[in-house]
C-alpha cells in the first residue's frame, strides 16, 4: 500500500480509534488500486507497479507522476499534488461519506451527537477534499498526455565491473550498448583508475544487462546497466473522472 494510517492528518485528518482503525486500513486496501488502476488504465498501472522499490518509483517518467507536477501547457497550467495526496483525498471522501450511515443489529442508522450537529453535504469537507483530488487526478492525466513521446531506456543504476585506467576526472559520453545519447561522470585517483562511475546524463534506449564504457584512456572501462527507465506513456488507457455536484 502506498497509503497509512499516519497520513490521514491535518487537512486529511480522520476520527480514527482502536476500533475504527482496521476498518480505515481496509478502506486502503480497497480503493487505492481502483483509482491508480482508473487514473492510468491497466497496462501503464502494472508496469508504474513493477518500477517500484521499496515503494517508490525508479524511472523518471513514472517519478514525474508520482511528485507534484507545475507546468505550462497551451495556456493551461497542469498542477498536481502528487500520486499520495491524490489517493489520500480519495479514501478519505470514500470513508467519510460511509460513516454518515452506520449498520447496526437494527439496520442503518445515521449517526447523532449530543454536543454538535452532522453537517450537510454543503458543509461537508469531504467533496472539497475529492474534488481536489479529481484535480490532481485529471492534471496527471494531461500531463500523460502532453508528454506522450516521454523517453524510455534511459540510465537508472549501474554498476562499474572493471575499473578503466589511464583515465581523467571528467564527464564523457558513453559508448556502447543499446542505447544513446548517455554521458559517465567519471572520478578517477591521481594514476588514472577509475574510483567511481556515475550516470550524468540518462540518454534513451538502453537495456539492462548492456556493456557501456567510454572511449578514453585504455579503453577498459566497463560499467553494466543494472536498471532502465519504464514508463511508456503510449500505454496510458485511464479513464476521466468528473467532479462533484458539491463544489
Do not use: C
Not at 30 to 36: A, C, G
Not at 48 to 61: A, E, I, K, R, Y
Not at 131 to 145: A, G, L, P, R
Not at 201 to 208: C, E, L
Request: proline share 2%; glycine share 8%; aromatic share 12%.
Amino acid at each position: 500500500m502506498f497509503l497509512d494510517t499516519e497520513d490521514f492528518i491535518n487537512k486529511f485528518e480522520l476520527s480514527t480509534g482502536m476500533f475504527t482503525m482496521n476498518k480505515l486500513i481496509a478502506y486502503i486496501e480497497r480503493y487505492e488500486k481502483e483509482y491508480l488502476v482508473s487514473l492510468l488504465g491497466v497496462d501503464l498501472y502494472n508496469e508504474f507497479m513493477t518500477d517500484l522499490n521499496m515503494g517508490l518509483p525508479q524511472s523518471p517518467n513514472f517519478d514525474a507522476l508520482y511528485n507534484a507536477i507545475n507546468e505550462d501547457w497551451n495556456h493551461t497550467i497542469i498542477t498536481s499534488r502528487g500520486i499520495i495526496d491524490m489517493l489520500t483525498g480519495f479514501v478519505y471522501f470514500e470513508y467519510a461519506k460511509d460513516l454518515i450511515n452506520q449498520q447496526t443489529p437494527f439496520g442503518n442508522v445515521n449517526p447523532k451527537s449530543e454536543n454538535s450537529e452532522v453537517a450537510s453535504t454543503v458543509y461537508n469537507m469531504m467533496y472539497n477534499r475529492y474534488n481536489e483530488s479529481v484535480k490532481s487526478y485529471t492534471n496527471i492525466q494531461k500531463y500523460i498526455y502532453k508528454h506522450r513521446g516521454a523517453d524510455t531506456g534511459q540510465l537508472v543504476s549501474i554498476t562499474m565491473t572493471t575499473p578503466g585506467t589511464n583515465i581523467t576526472s571528467g564527464v564523457y559520453d558513453v559508448v556502447g550498448g543499446s542505447g544513446s545519447l548517455a554521458k559517465l561522470n567519471v572520478v578517477s585517483d591521481g594514476l588514472g583508475v577509475v574510483q567511481s562511475v556515475d550516470i550524468d546524463t540518462k540518454g534513451i534506449d538502453y537495456k539492462i544487462g548492456d556493456q557501456i564504457s567510454v572511449d578514453e584512456g585504455n579503453l577498459d572501462l566497463v560499467v553494466n546497466v543494472d536498471y532502465v527507465g519504464v514508463g511508456n506513456y503510449d500505454l496510458f488507457n485511464g479513464q476521466r473522472k468528473q467532479y462533484t455536484t458539491w463544489l
